[in-house]
């Protein structure tokens, strides 16, 4: 079986199509805290930064740079 040009393309289209549907309904179960969204980016790695300066950080130290590795990225727009 011979595929033409314009089959592939649409085939191609599809599934770009439904990757992209995919990737919103992911994006749609992430919920929103707003707890680091009145800080700009810039304060955000300064927070980040102060973390990661001690040797040891307790538990909720650790949730909290991930929180902030989190809330980076998406005001970075990485999660579009």
């Known amino acids: 079986m ?11 289209q599809e599934e770009i199509k439904n990757l992209e549907e995919k990737e919103e309904k992911f994006l749609q179960n992430i919920k929103s805290t707003g707890e680091w969204t009145d800080y700009t980016i810039a304060q955000l790695k ?23 590795n989190f809330a980076i990225n998406a005001k970075q727009g990485d999660y579009k």
């Open 2 to 12: 011979k595929i033409t040009m314009s089959q592939l393309r649409n085939m191609i």
């Open 46 to 68: 300064k927070k980040k930064a102060s973390l990661m300066k001690k040797k040891k950080r307790t538990a909720d130290e650790v949730k909290t740079v991930r929180q902030l």
